[in-house]
């Protein structure tokens, strides 16, 4: 959690520098050298276009450089950046007339959980989706967008709305993971998260995701299961964060940075693994650069999908959704430590007669 706020008063490595991160700060120089130049060109009337010009095409190949080769943990910190857009600000720039709802029928509202009726494109929709929270007061009301289990209750019921009124559902996740807490245990967290996935699985209208900043663990899951799962090119998608997965291997949070490379939970590693269905590409730094061409980047996705979606008979979107869950990903064994192939494994839909999950295996020459 601690990860999570750390940028609110200006740490993590984005207090001045246009709120550039640790790994960017070659990036920072080149940019301040060019207000330098500006500055001084200016104030003396000197011409200091031509190395003005010279210095910005270095800082857009240092740009293109660095994030086209992000690592597993510099993705992390993308993902975190305390200037991203959240669900709210997607919502401002991309959705018309939005009413939001509020309440799960039970218990109480949970806030890091953001659901509402609204437009986008030519689709009314029901928009469901995590709520991190801007300033540390509204982070901590919301629980740094880390629901409890009223929350994906609260989610439930207003997708059982939108299909009662045949409305498509768009989710958009960005959150750490579900509320650990004690109170989350006790009102059945886990429970709450399985009904979702269950339910959704047979939601009778159609339903995007997308994952925009962080998707962590079962809290992602637990509004994650549609028929087209997007990512955001500098967005992660993991069963664990990486503070949690280095506590659990080596008993210490220090070693994130490992965790995170070892879980392969980047946007070119999620569809290399056939995970998610679709990267969507961010503004040259990240989405907290442009957040108005990340938006119109993510409406086009949705409002085209949708448009194709409802197209297609829902048996047909709903036999396609299973078929999806039940393919989900690929994995790799190697069948002996001398072989110069390596077995590749695919799952099967489940078999119509007893229902028994097979593997398809298909060996591959390395050479």
């Known amino acids: 959690m601690s990860k999570q706020t750390s940028g609110s008063n200006g740490s993590n490595g984005t207090g001045g520098n246009g709120g550039y991160l640790e790994f960017e700060r070659p990036l920072a120089r080149l940019e301040k050298q060019i207000e330098e130049l500006e500055a001084t060109q200016a104030a003396s009337g000197r011409d200091h276009s ?98 409890h289990p009223e929350g994906y209750r609260k989610a439930l019921a207003k997708m059982k709305l939108a299909e009662k009124f045949n409305l498509p559902v768009v989710c958009l996740i960005d959150t750490a993971g579900a509320f650990p807490g004690i109170g989350a245990e006790e009102r059945g967290i886990s429970t709450a998260i399985a009904v979702n996935l269950m339910e959704m699985a047979r939601l009778r209208v159609p339903v995007i995701c997308a994952v925009i900043g962080e998707g962590g663990s079962g809290g992602a899951l637990g509004i994650g299961v549609g028929d087209r799962v997007a990512v955001l090119e ?66 086009n996705y949705i409002v085209d999908n949708l448009t194709h979606l409802k197209r297609c008979k829902i048996e047909t979107v709903l036999q396609r959704r299973y078929d999806r869950v039940r393919n989900l990903g690929s994995f790799f064994t190697a069948p002996a430590a001398t072989s110069a192939k390596t077995t590749v494994a695919k799952p099967r839909a489940a078999a119509k007669a007893g229902g028994r999950r097979k593997t398809q295996s298909v060996v591959v020459d390395k050479a």
């Open 234 to 299: 500098h967005a992660y998608y993991s069963v664990i964060s990486p503070e949690g997965c280095a506590a659990i291997l080596w008993k210490s949070a220090e070693h994130a940075k490992t965790a995170a490379n070892a879980l392969r939970f980047t946007a070119k590693q999620l569809k290399k693994l056939d995970l998610v269905d679709d990267v969507l590409p961010e503004p040259m730094g990240g989405a907290h650069r442009d957040p108005a061409a990340a938006a119109d980047t993510l409406k």
């Open 50 to 147: 031509a190395t003005i010009k010279t210095v910005r095409a270095e800082l857009a190949r240092e740009r293109q450089a660095l994030y086209s080769s992000l690592d597993a943990w510099e993705t992390v910190q993308m993902a975190r950046h305390p200037k991203r857009p959240l669900v709210p600000d997607y919502l401002r720039l991309m959705v018309r007339d939005f009413a939001e709802l509020h309440g799960d029928r039970n218990f109480r509202d949970d806030r890091a959980i953001i659901t509402g009726l609204g437009r986008i494109g030519n689709h009314k929709a029901m928009f469901i989706g995590h709520n991190k929270g801007k300033d540390t007061k509204e982070r901590l009301e919301n629980c740094f967008g880390m629901a």
